[in-house]
């Protein structure tokens, strides 16, 4: 930095510091005097006051003292705002230097924890796998920062306009059970690179190890600026706090991660809200394309921790002419085929039927205790023992079946042979409920290709990949888990969480 920044960011700084009524030098170093005071029984203590008032603004509650020492968490929602808006406040003070530090931070803990936290949430949740929780905490380094806030500028006749992507202030955030601490990060990195506070309401059964994370990352954030309840989260989180967040007046924003259910709730609180809803992710093969590299690639995303992505391949439509071709490939890649009966065991474990009438009630809800389970759990249910590291299970099935409508979230792939391009588009489209979530299809034939995007309009089309690659991971394209289909805005970087500043100079400034 230069010395001429550094000056002029200093000054900035005790300006706003002096609004909030904060005396003293401002400091861009690590405020050591504030560090959290670790008891040895692992406890975090509450550091003196750090002298820094609320914020005055109507609304914020009096007497900042209850703020401290939390780290971000607070089992009253109105206090958890009062304090995210407070940090909102001062990180607008330590300008953009000051988010890149947060974001820095949280990847680095992502990464150093990523073993521990991991574990932390597999033991609580008890979905998915241990070796793909992993990886969604390691991959947080790829969730793109401020670098992505480029603003637009004009220059004319009547001098230059700039437009820039200011911070809402602070936003609520609902995060799913699936990926709780990989989405709480990643909209972290992304809500604060644009300049916001947050605060989160997890799902109640994934909401521990979310309140580890946010604890940890506040103590971090607070050791190197002073700032304490930049992401704040409700402990326990309930749907009456999740209203008392979407009434909060300082939450301008809402952002949630789910099934239909939150989304619906979101749409309904009268706040602007982010929406990533849910998906049902359907496969389309042709046989034109290579089909090995398509089964390599259908159990790679279905597989991954245990088919819990919104993204992940749930099930596949193969055009009859090429369709045993390609069981053989999954076979070969080490899939496991289950027969018609085993298929209809596992229908009977994996699905609730409301009438108990079996396979066929028009009805079917998920059974959740077979949701993120591994292979060997499906296979007990299905009446067969598998060899050691199988990661899919699959089978044939009818278009209309329970595994291919339902978004089941299970490692068994539904596989449905079709007639014609045209037919398994189709079936591809009813089985996607016009989530206009994901879609994937393996050919090397650009008709098909366009055909199948234009009746699905999906949000991510991955073309001769797995569901991964949509995130950056083996295609192009940066990572983010909340993916807003619902409302539109794609998958979620720091220009998601801001509004559109026009600053305009008339007649002057242009420099020729
Ligand atoms: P879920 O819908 O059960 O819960 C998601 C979150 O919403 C939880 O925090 C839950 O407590 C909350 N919630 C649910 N109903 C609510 C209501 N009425 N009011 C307020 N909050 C409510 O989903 P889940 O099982 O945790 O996650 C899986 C679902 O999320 C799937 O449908 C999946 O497709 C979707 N998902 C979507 C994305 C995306 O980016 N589009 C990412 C991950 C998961």
Redo the contacts with the bound molecule.
Sequence with gaps: MSALNETLIREVVAEVLQRLGVVGEPSLQPDTQQKAKIDTGGRTTAPQDSGVSSCGCPGSISGSKRLRGRYGVFADAEEACAAAHEAYLQLSAAGVAGRQKVIQLVKNICWDRAQEWARLELEETRIGRLDHKIEKLKSQRSVPGVEFLQPYGLSGDHGITLEEFAPFGVIAA??????SIP?LACNIITMVAAGNAVVF????GAYRCAVTAVRTFNQAIHQALGIENLACIIEP?T?ES?QALARNEHVRLLC????P??V??AMASGKRAIC????NPPVLVDGTSDLDRAARCVIEGAAYDNNLL?IGEKEVFVLDSCFDRFFAALERHGAVRLTEAQIERLTRAAFVFPQAQGAGCPHPTVNRELVGKDPEVLAQAAGIKLPAGTQLLFGETPPDHPFVLE?Q?MPFLPVVRVRTVEEGIEAAKRAEHGYK?SAMIHSLDVAHMTAMARALETTLFVKNGSCLAGLGNGGEGYLN???A?TTGEGICNPRTFTRVRRCVMVDQLRIF
């Excluded at 309401?201 to 109640?204: E, I, Q, R, V």
């Excluded at 949630?256 to 099934?259: E, K, Q, R, Y």
């Design positions: 609902v995060t799913p059970s699936t990926h989405t309401n997890a799902h109640p989180p749907l999740f949630v991660t789910g099934g259910g939150v619906k709730a990533a809803g849910p998906g919104c978004e979230m979530h888990f909340s993916i289909t």
